[in-house]
Nanobody
């Protein structure tokens, strides 16, 4: 099993920044990649960004490219999502997830999920 715990969500003004953290523990060798997804009320879960477990090959959804940055701290087994220039369309519950596959945007290919952290943007 792989466990993921998110933190760092909160309320921020439009144009502001937040950094989300995802601590990964357990059988981490089972994970080849870690991704961030978000889900707003009444909407489907949406891919945000992902990175390989080694910390390479980050890729992003077009809606966040240039504003969000995903990174990994090997020593802390933590994946970060730095979110800048937050917009009114960014609020959602943000979840991190682990996959045995690399380079996938589909939530169905992620096997382990955290509980999520709420991000709210005020205008």
């Amino acid at each position: 099993q792989v466990q993921l715990v998110e933190s760092g969500g909160g309320l921020v003004q439009a144009g502001g920044s937040l950094r989300l953290s995802c601590v990964v523990s357990g059988r981490t060798f089972s994970a080849s990649a870690v991704g961030w997804f978000r889900q707003a009320p009444g909407k489907e879960r949406e891919f945000v960004a992902a990175i390989t477990w080694s910390g390479g090959y980050p890729f992003y959804a077009d809606s966040v490219k240039g504003r969000f940055t995903i990174s990994r701290d090997n020593a802390k087994n933590t994946v970060y999502l730095q979110m800048n220039s937050l917009k009114p369309e960014d609020p959602a519950v943000y979840c991190c997830a682990a996959s045995k596959k690399v380079g996938t945007r589909s939530p169905y290919e992620y096997d382990y999920w955290g509980q999520g952290t709420q991000v709210t943007v005020s205008s």
